[in-house]
């Protein structure tokens, strides 16, 4: 049991224990059960939604771990309402994710894309680039590198969304995904998950070991138990 006073460096099962592509692909569909019950797409749109678009006006975005697409999908749903011109791009290091993501996407609007993200092309360039619930399955000097890494590809902006490490959520999540029956790995990761999460003097500390001015960022809580992280130039 965490105590929670520190990040959890506990491994989550999903990471390394599914049987087969079509464990993967349930897991996948309830992980975006979670997103929607959670609300997880809010802080991101919001965020997004904040940025000064003229109608008509073009944009890319790159979803970081964009796991069963989801997070893109409400994306270009909301560019598509504001008359965006949206090029949506995810990526992801497990090759099933965009099998299983690309099957949840029929329009073919979206290109999920294979690989890591500190081996792509330093040439290539996003307005703006994304991540939700990802950073917590780094170390943080891999967050570091992460920070640094979006600073150098995004040209706009960049915005992280992950977990508020908080009493709450760590004994709450366990009853809900219960009742819920969600996916076996859901159930058991959820708890590491919001124990590798984060606190806000922690997200400040690292931002400034990334090589950013804390000033220059936005630390904030979002409803439910989240921590964001946004910078805009």
Same mark, same amino acid.
């Not at 697409?69 to 290091?93: F, Q």
């Not at 991540?131 to 600073?151: K, N, P, Y």
């Not at 400034?208 to 910078?231: K, M, Q, S, T, Y």
């Given at each position: 049991?965490?105590?929670?006073?520190?990040?959890?460096?506990?491994?989550? &099962?999903?990471?390394?224990?599914?049987? +087969? !592509?079509?464990?993967?692909?349930?897991?996948?569909?309830?992980?975006?059960?979670?997103? =929607?019950?959670? &609300?997880?797409?809010?802080?991101?749109?919001?965020?997004?939604?904040?940025?000064?678009?003229?109608?008509?006006?073009? $944009?890319? #975005?790159?979803?970081? @771990?964009?796991?069963? %697409?989801?997070?893109? =999908?409400?994306? @270009?749903?909301?560019?598509?309402?504001?008359?965006?011109?949206?090029?949506?791009?995810?990526?992801?290091?497990?090759?099933?994710?965009? &099998? *299983?993501?690309?099957?949840?996407?029929?329009?073919?609007?979206?290109?999920?894309?294979?690989? +890591?993200?500190?081996?792509?092309?330093?040439?290539?360039?996003? +307005? !703006?680039? #994304?991540?939700?619930?990802?950073?917590?399955?780094?170390?943080?000097?891999?967050?570091?590198?992460?920070?640094?890494?979006?600073? %150098?590809?995004?040209?706009?902006?960049?915005?992280?969304?992950?977990?508020? =490490?908080?009493?709450?959520?760590?004994? %709450?999540?366990?009853?809900?995904?219960?009742? @819920?029956?969600?996916?076996?790995?859901?159930?058991? +990761?959820?708890?590491?998950?919001?124990?590798?999460?984060?606190?806000?003097?922690?997200?400040?500390?690292? *931002?400034?070991?990334? %090589? #950013?001015?804390?000033? @220059? #960022?936005?630390?904030?809580?979002? *409803?439910?138990?989240? $921590?964001?992280?946004? =910078?805009?130039?």
């Amino acid at each position: 049991m965490s105590s929670l006073g520190a990040r959890s460096t506990e491994a989550e &099962r999903m990471d390394t224990d599914c049987a +087969d !592509y079509e464990d993967y692909a349930r897991c996948l569909r309830d992980l975006a059960r979670v997103n =929607r019950t959670t &609300r997880t797409y809010a802080p991101t749109i919001g965020w997004l939604d904040a940025q000064p678009f003229a109608a008509g006006s073009a $944009l890319s #975005v790159l979803d970081v @771990a964009f796991g069963h %697409g989801d997070m893109l =999908r409400r994306i @270009a749903a909301w560019a598509a309402a504001r008359e965006l011109r949206a090029t949506l791009v995810g990526i992801d290091r497990n090759p099933w994710a965009a &099998r *299983v993501a690309s099957a949840a996407t029929p329009d073919g609007t979206i290109r999920y894309e294979t690989g +890591d993200i500190f081996a792509t092309n330093p040439a290539r360039h996003f +307005d !703006y680039i #994304v991540s939700a619930q990802f950073t917590h399955h780094l170390s943080e000097d891999e967050i570091v590198r992460f920070i640094r890494w979006m600073e %150098g590809a995004a040209r706009k902006g960049w915005f992280i969304s992950d977990l508020h =490490r908080h009493w709450f959520p760590y004994y %709450g999540f366990p009853l809900l995904a219960r009742a @819920a029956f969600w996916h076996r790995f859901v159930r058991t +990761d959820g708890q590491i998950s919001i124990a590798r999460g984060f606190r806000p003097e922690e997200w400040r500390i690292l *931002v400034e070991r990334a %090589g #950013v001015d804390p000033a @220059a #960022v936005e630390i904030a809580e979002r *409803v439910p138990f989240r $921590l964001c992280v946004g =910078r805009t130039r």
